[in-house]
């Protein structure tokens, strides 16, 4: 593939400059057009060292207004960030509504550089090119544009290159042992990289390639490719209808299994029996933190339920025993304005527990096939999507090592009301009931057909669902901290494979 470019393009100065002047002049105006469409753009530039990546953005941002864009020169990856699925990083970087963010390098270095250098097992490749693509799906779905380019010399090139920047006391400290690696093993980068495009070139982010060999020719090139995407995609959102809202479904299909309805409600503890097996099952949670701290395990338990199910209750027993420096809860509500800047999982990105640590989340990305779907908060398409997109998400999260564990607190309707009363008239608990409770309340059926589905559809081997019959708050509250010491026992038992780095 890379073998059939004509290196050999070129553009003379004239011709150059003419056309520069008029893509800088057009990019302005896409700027422009991108913040008050509110449509983010990612520019991400790979390819060989001294291709010429560094001067094709000075040049892309000449004209641009620096604030509305950031460009990301991606090194290899802190001792911080090597603590996160390797995505983290980036998932933190991509722009917000109307914004730019160019990579200078991205993503694609895992599957060049550290594939090159043996930092990555090869039977890792698969797995790691499957995250790359469902990353740039799900970013494009939510309204991101994507222009990828691989810039393309010659072996011959890189060679003359990089020692001319060698002999350049101003430009030698840019050449790093890495390029002349690059250099001396050319025919196997190559065949990284062919492969990498070949998997990794999809319809919704497709890979351009430049031809490097004339700087000149190869600046046009992405320039002129640059404006043709921004073009089109912000040509496709003017004549884009809004997509409907349709009512939610509020009763099962036929076909689907109320996996509710087996949760038994019935099941109690007494209040000594409560006692004696919360204190043993925190006790040996106290010893599990210890472990998990020294194998350098992440520890991610979430919370959802009815309103009144007794999530904050089971919170507090669960970190009552545990060092409050080794955990952290975040609660979450509605998304602010700069979140939903975000695609819906950005938020939930920023806040992931670092290796060794537990993070324990009280509501969760679960809301966008909950009280957004119910709420009518997300389109029909963007609640039916994000199952996917959950699932993809998880897989990543536990194929970097994160021991993942899910909770639906089930009580019956009865119940809830019983709960809704004694809060109403107890001064103490008052300010946890509000009017959006009420109104939740009267959409019970719709909840329950989505929480049934829900748990139906994100229920995997890695990451399954535990329903917890909750009309008794002892039995919860132990069978919850029972059920992760016996998640991170097993979590412990099975090789750690953390951030793949």
Known sequence: MLDTLNLKLSLDKPTYRLRVEQLMEQLRFLQENCWHKKLPFVVVLEG????????????MIRYMDPRGFVVYPILSPSPEEQRYPFLWRFHKTMPAKGNISVYYHSWYTHLLEDRLFQRIPETKIPEITQHINAFERQSVEDGTAIAKFWIHISQKELKTRLKDYADDPLQSWRIRPEDWHQHHHYSHYCTYAEEMITLTSTGTAPWILVEGTCQRWARVKVLQSVAATLTEVLDREHVRLPPPILPPPKKLEPFEPDLLVQADLSLNLTEKDYKRRLAKEQIELRRLQLDIFQNQIPVLILFEGWDASGKGGAIKRLTDILDPRSYVVHAFSAPSTMEKDHHYLWRF??????????GIFDRSWYGRVLVERVENLATDTEWRR???????????????GYILIKYWLHISPEEQLQRFKEREYDTLKQHKLTNEDWR???????????ANQMIQRTSTPTAPWNVIPANDKYYARVKIVQTVVESIRTGLKRPYAHAEH
């Open 48 to 59: 060989w060292a001294a291709s010429g990546k560094g001067a094709i953005v000075k040049k």
């Open 349 to 358: 990105w920023q806040r992931l527990p670092t290796a060794g640590t537990i």
């Open 386 to 400: 994000a199952y996917r997109e959950i699932n993809e998400f998880e897989s990543q999260l536990t194929g970097a």
């Open 440 to 450: 939740n309340r009267e959409k019970w059926d719709f909840y329950y057909t989505a």
